[in-house]
């Protein structure tokens, strides 16, 4: 059974589906936030480096690269198309974390130093809950955000809404 089994495991869990036109998501845990970055039109997520983490860019999104001029960050915040595969990798940069949305019967370890490959196809429009489902420290209670599942068109206007926002000048 072992030798049936772990191919098929691997096939499975290792090896993310061959879509097109995925919304590429990266899910980065750490105490007590999730942040979430999405490419932006040009299909590509900026490269991070850890050298650049800093409380106004908690990813280390490298924003001197061209691949990260539109790419969006949120905290604790992720919205999805309906109908539409979402390819996600999910990171850790301290300890273990359990992204978990009970909803889309979702549960995955973030282990610092791996890169964890996910996806999913939301099949109903709704707000859901975002847990930390692994004990990660004092403040673990707080660890939690919210998945909105709209229509492709409210997600469209969305990004692009956040896109403008992003690249408004600072007021300060």
Do not use: C, F, W
């Given at each position: 059974i072992v030798f049936y089994a772990l191919p098929v495991w691997s096939k499975i869990k290792?090896?993310?589906?061959?879509?097109?036109?995925?919304?590429?998501?990266?899910?980065?845990?750490?105490?007590f936030a999730w942040s979430i970055h999405y490419a932006g039109p040009d299909g590509k997520l900026g490269p991070r480096k850890a050298g650049l983490v800093h409380f106004?860019?908690?990813i280390g999104l490298d924003l001197s690269d061209p691949a990260s001029a539109d790419d969006i960050v949120?905290?604790?915040?992720?919205?999805?198309?309906?109908?539409?595969?979402?390819?996600?990798?999910?990171?850790?940069?301290?300890?273990?974390h359990s992204f978990f949305i009970p909803e889309f019967r979702l549960k995955q370890d973030a282990v610092p130093g791996l890169e964890i490959p996910m996806w999913v196809e939301p099949t109903r429009i709704g707000k859901y809950e975002i847990a930390c489902a692994q004990l990660c420290g004092l403040g673990h209670f707080r660890m939690r955000g919210f998945v909105t599942v709209q229509t492709a068109e409210e997600f469209q206007k969305w990004l692009e809404e956040q896109i403008a926002e992003q690249s408004a000048p600072d007021p300060f």
């Open positions: 290792i090896s993310a589906p061959v879509v097109k036109d995925p919304v590429l998501i990266e899910i980065v845990a750490e105490q106004s860019n908690p949120m905290g604790n915040e992720m919205r999805l198309p309906i109908g539409r595969t979402a390819v996600m990798k999910l990171y850790s940069k301290d300890v273990i």
